[in-house]
């Protein structure tokens, strides 16, 4: 498993990261089974473990836990927080109040007492981003979270992230984590040149697309049912991704690459990539993309999937996993 450094951090990570989502009951609920997988991944190379505390409310971060006694030293943990733990509208967000009960939470469930790399899971439109880095600086300083990024940030609240950290005086994202796929490329156009512009490491996740490029059948997808509008064939942008997935088949095919291979090698060859974050939910799914782990594409390749899905381009906007809140909310367009 080669590594790259983590943006401007120094720190050594694996080109896959394992996550966790699926650990735990939005995926795979026998532990011991889970403990497994974080175990191959640890002895296959990869040294950077990615959750969040809203997976399986908690569930995935005590696995996590679990499976990294004895071994936390080895390993670059990272977690986020934003999305709502509870029916109290308080826990939730990007605010001091609740930014640090969030982390000691993270650290009880992880079992550890320093989180490697802590990110704000999605924009908070109702937080000033100069409370958030306020509270996550303090954090760094008191030793319970080592670096801080984002996750699924537009790029103009990137720069706004960036610049508040300079003026104000504290510690700014060393990443951001935006979902990036051979069917969703819509973070080429501004994201991930800002990463870029601002030394950040980038850590991208859905290399498959949510089950569109696994190589399975799409009607039998376990997430179709959580997430009927990204696979109903009958939406227009579903269709167009259908087709365009027809074409990239055949460009594996004729590369005599699996279609996941070829998807997160895509995502790997993008120079501002530091890890593909690969989420599995059994052993095997696992071992099937570690197999893929040193595949490279040549110009050749890499041209053609540009034919198919023109760099820049999100087939279905909803791959994009963010809108602008005055784009979600009527109310905020009309007077």
Not at 75 to 103: C, E, F, Y
Not at 140 to 150: D, E, L, Y
Not at 202 to 227: C, F, I, K, N, Q
Request: one cysteine or more.
């Amino acid at each position: 498993m080669q590594r790259r450094i983590l943006g401007g951090t120094g720190i050594s990570v694996s080109e896959y990261a394992l996550g966790a989502m699926m650990l735990g009951a939005w995926g795979n609920t026998d532990h011991d089974d889970c403990v497994r997988i974080v175990h191959r991944a640890l002895d296959a190379g990869i040294n950077l473990v990615d959750t969040a505390d809203v997976y399986a409310a908690g569930e995935s971060e005590e696995i996590v836990g679990k499976a990294l006694k004895g071994r936390r030293e080895d390993v670059v943990l990272a977690t986020k927080a934003v999305s709502s733990m509870g029916p109290d509208a308080n826990h939730s967000g990007s605010s001091r109040r609740w930014i640090v009960r969030a982390v000691e939470d993270s650290l009880r469930r992880l079992g550890t007492d320093y989180i490697d790399l802590y990110q704000m899971h999605r924009p908070d439109p109702t937080t000033d981003i100069d409370e958030t880095l306020s509270a996550l600086s303090d954090l760094v300083r008191a030793g319970k979270v080592r670096a801080i990024g984002s996750s699924t940030f537009p790029a103009e609240q990137i720069v706004e992230a960036q610049w508040t950290a300079e003026r104000r005086g504290h510690l700014r994202f060393r990443t951001e984590q935006p979902p990036y796929s051979m069917l969703a490329r819509g973070v080429e156009n501004a994201v991930l040149p800002t990463a870029q512009r601002y030394g950040m490491g980038v850590l991208t996740w859905g290399p498959l697309s949510a089950g569109w490029l696994s190589g399975r059948d799409l009607s039998a997808s376990s997430r179709a049912g959580m997430e009927t509008q990204k696979f109903d064939l009958s939406i227009p942008e579903n269709a167009r991704k259908a087709e365009a997935v027809r074409a990239l088949s055949k460009v594996a095919e004729e590369a005599a690459l699996p279609l996941p291979h070829l998807a997160t090698a895509f995502v790997r060859s993008h120079p501002a990539v530091t890890s593909v974050i690969i989420g599995p939910r059994t052993l095997d799914q696992l071992n099937s993309m570690l197999d893929g782990s040193e595949v490279t594409l040549g110009a050749d390749i890499l041209d053609r999937i540009d034919a198919i899905v023109p760099p820049g381009t999100d087939l279905n906007r909803a791959d994009a996993y963010y809108l602008p809140p005055a784009i979600k909310d009527a109310s905020l367009r009309r007077r």
